[in-house]
């Protein structure tokens, strides 16, 4: 919601500083938008696989949904888990894997139940987590990429616009006429692709950028903490201490106190 807000906000602003100017219509050059969009859009193309291309649809789409979920729910799971592995077995989890709806968890689950060593554990979920990186940051690099061109498309538009306004100012020199009025005009439709250009980089696409790297980032913290606590769950470590260890990842401020959370609860029910 705050990104949808910052969006509408920042365009709502924009366009009521250029209506209480010279008027919106005046911002409007079809000419300068054919040279920034179709030539960002055709150099986009040029650079990058067509089928990433297409997704990039979806890949927007993800700066609009919810952020990703605060880590602590995976430390209080994990302490959980490991209570009831020391009270039990690592066995007794295998129920518990198949309901877990997070993939990277129930990989790591599924190994540590079927015994596998924690040096190839950790090296199959850090490979995923690897890869997962890989995919994310396709999206983010081709609006990147985006965010580096339409400015300099904009460029080439002011330079192609200075041209033709150089010309139609030598030609009316020679007919005798007249040649402010035209030197005026002709800068400002010369400038607008320079616009579009630092429009379509500053306010879309470099934002966009950012905030798919921030998720990305904020997803393999939480891959990470998933990875120490399957690691310290197979090798039976005391749920305090695996507390502790995961809450090591996160700000003073935001890490949970799960441990306590859980056996209050299995006390009351006890009781």
Known sequence: MATLLAFL????????????????????????????????????FISFPLKHVLKVAGVVVQVFKKDIEH??????????????????????????????????????????????????????????????????????HLIKAAGKLSPAFGLIGT?????????????????????????????????MTTFYGALLSNLIFVPIAEKLKNRTDDEVLTS???????????????PRILEKKLNSFLPPDQRVAAYDEITRKQKATAA
């Open 71 to 140: 880590p602590g729910w995976i430390i209080g799971m994990m302490v959980q888990f490991s209570i009831k592995a020391r009270r039990q077995s690592l066995v007794s989890l295998e129920a518990d894997a198949k309901k877990v709806d997070n993939r990277f968890v129930r990989l790591g689950l599924e190994m540590v139940i079927d015994g596998y060593q924690a040096a190839l554990i950790r090296d199959v979920l850090e490979t995923e987590l690897d890869f997962l990186q890989i995919r994310h940051r396709k999206g983010e």
């Open 159 to 191: 330079v192609i616009g200075l041209v033709q306004m150089l010309l139609s100012l030598a030609a009316a020199s020679a007919g005798g006429g007249s040649t402010t009025a035209g030197l005026a005009k002709g800068m400002a439709v010369a400038l």
């Open 9 to 44: 906000s920042g365009m709502s602003l924009l366009l009521i500083a250029m209506s209480m100017g010279a008027g919106l219509e005046n911002f409007i050059d079809f000419p300068a938008m054919m040279i920034v969009f179709g030539g960002t859009a055709a150099a986009i």
């Open 224 to 238: 990470q903490i998933i990875i120490e606590g399957i690691l310290m769950l197979q090798a039976g470590v005391n």
